[in-house]
């Protein structure tokens, strides 16, 4: 006599049938398509004799769902969207391992698109995680108010939380406490007895450089000494190191300087700091000797630099969780209303300032 997964076995062949589908899950299993439809979609009122045949199936079968199409039928899947500006910035790969692990605790999947900057690639992206009626988004927003209408819109239908950069302030968002890191920062220099100049962020994000150029000069305010502010370009860019390196360049060969009377040069990242520190080099000085240098963020570069970078390291890991926090809130029924976190850090003193 033929049993079921006798048949199920004969019908198949990796030689002439494509992929396992939950029709030869039920097959084997010896029950209806749409038990096992059922069983993965909510499983309630199953028996547990029918679950432990579709469970064995699927071992045996090595059969996983199709998480979109789990998701078209439950109107939400547990999939969280993951938008991000770039993929190579140190920043985000720390996010999204936070985000990762602690979406894998919640029982969750992560998918990642990248916008590369550019509004037209973040809408598509979204639109793509609306598709696939992810559980929610956790956003880098473009610096842009292009897709302001379409954000509005996609808020109303899936919570996203936005992850360091956001375009109107109605949103939820989690990200560092740019402000007081940055006058933390200064503090500091003008506490050494430096007078510090600062060289900002290009504008790949909101508002992060504006409230660190805000940090600087309130810490300058209240030390009474006037604020000295490197001219900044409007085009925006990702190129950190080579956008410090030409400024900075520019500043020190123009005789402004000297002028100025700085001491210390306070950047708005590490990665500007990296250029700055070689921009100081090309022009014949030492940083750390003959001007100090400090950044913003830590990154595992910046205390193997030399000389060593003084920095402010961001609370990156728990940013992260708490994007992730921000969504499973809604998806628990928890009060969906604001969710709004600024986190601190703390001060790293190394040797180049």
Known sequence: MKTAKNAASAGRSQESRGPVTMHDVAALAGVSRATVSKYF??????????????????REL???????????????SRIVGVVLPVVNEPFFAE????????????????????????????????????????AGVVLTAVASRQNLDLLRRLEQEMRIVYLDSFVHEDCDYVMNDNRQS??????????????????????????????????????MAEAGVAPLVLPASTQP???????GFRHVLDWLTSGAWQRSGATALACGTDRLAIGAMSACRRFGLEPGKDIAIAGHDDLPISAYLHPPLTTFRQD???????????????LDGADAGPYR????????????A
């Open 95 to 134: 996010a999204l391992r936070a985000i990762e692990q602690k979406a894998k605790a919640l029982g969750m999947d992560v998918i990642i698109q990248c916008s590369y900057n550019d509004p037209a690639e973040e809408a598509a992206a979204l639109m793509t995680m609306r598709s696939m009626k992810v």
């Open 341 to 352: 976190k600024r986190f601190t850090g703390g001060l790293v003193p190394r040797e180049s």
């Open 182 to 219: 940055m006058a933390m920062l200064t503090r500091y220099l003008l506490g050494r007895g430096h007078r510090p100049a600062y060289l900002g962020a290009p504008p790949v994000a909101h508002p992060s450089p504006t409230e660190r150029l805000a940090g600087y000069l309130e810490a």
């Open 41 to 58: 979609n909510d499983g309630e009122g199953l028996k547990p004799d029918t679950r432990a045949r579709i469970e064995q199936a699927c």
């Open 316 to 330: 990156v890991a728990a940013i992260g969780v708490a994007a992730m926090e921000c969504l499973q809130a809604q």
């Open 237 to 243: 860019t990702w190129d950190f190191e080579a956008y």
């Open 62 to 76: 090595d059969y996983v769902p199709d998480p979109h199409a789990v998701s078209l039928v439950r109107g939400r």
